[in-house]
């Protein structure tokens, strides 16, 4: 295992296009969460699971964006028809719930360009 | 609403002098506190956390519920402590985590 995966790593799109990516939790962790993050801001938080149960959404999140877990596994997040104010770092982090403080291990991000 | 406050975007020492980040909290409950480091092209990592009380890479961090706050601290920086620093708060027994803005820390030789 090699930590959390994300993929792509970086993506280019024009205005209007619909992109997804995915994250591949670490194996034994039940919770999943996805984050973006802009130019010197810090990681701002845009919805998480547990298994495949959607437990939160941001209610700044558009309704562009949709994700899912459906198998308790990986995740998919999808942008439909992306705007320039998208672009930014999407981030992934998994944690095993368990009593006591929830930290999560993130992956390295997939970043989004839209022209 | 709850939120975290980093006062300091850039914060710059020398190397051997004191460091201190900032951070400032809202929430009216108990919280449970993180500092979380990124390395120049490394992914986000857990530095510290509030619960654990322990030491890690020379740094602390004390919450003070009183001042709302969780300042983390090293006696002596040292150049491969550049880096940035986030606050974060999670206030729902492992739910999410509300992070800062972040702190950019610059060792200076």
């Known amino acids: 295992d090699t930590g959390v995966s994300q993929n792509p790593r970086h993506k280019i799109t024009k205005r209007g296009q619909n992109v997804t990516f995915r994250c591949d939790p670490i194996?034994?962790?039940?919770?999943l969460y996805w984050y973006r993050q802009t130019l010197g801001q810090g990681p701002e938080f845009l919805t998480y699971?547990?298994?495949?149960?959607?437990?939160?959404k941001s209610r700044l999140l558009s309704d562009r964006f949709s994700a899912e877990r459906p198998k308790g596994s990986f995740s998919t997040l999808e942008i439909q028809r992306t705007e320039q104010g998208d672009s930014a770092m999407y981030l992934c982090a998994s944690s095993l719930i368990r009593s006591g403080a929830n930290v999560l291990t993130f992956g390295a991000g997939s970043r989004l360009t839209v022209l | 609403a709850q939120r975290v406050t980093q006062p300091e975007k850039l914060l710059s020492v020398f190397k051997g002098a004191p460091v201190e980040l900032k951070c400032n909290y809202s929430?009216?409950?108990?919280?449970?506190l993180f500092w979380y480091v990124q390395y120049s092209r490394q992914r986000l990592q857990l530095l510290l956390r509030?619960?654990s009380r322990e030491s890690i890479k020379g740094f602390t961090a004390d919450l003070n519920k009183g001042e709302t706050s969780f300042h983390l601290k090293k006696p002596f920086a040292q150049e491969e402590d550049s880096a940035m620093y986030y606050c974060a708060l999670s206030y729902n027994q492992g739910g999410k985590l509300i992070f800062g803005q972040g702190t950019e820390l610059s060792v200076k030789p």
């Open positions: 699971f547990q298994n495949e149960a959607q437990l939160e």
């Open positions: 509030h619960i």
């Open positions: 929430y009216s409950g108990s919280p449970e």
């Open positions: 194996s034994e962790h039940n919770r």
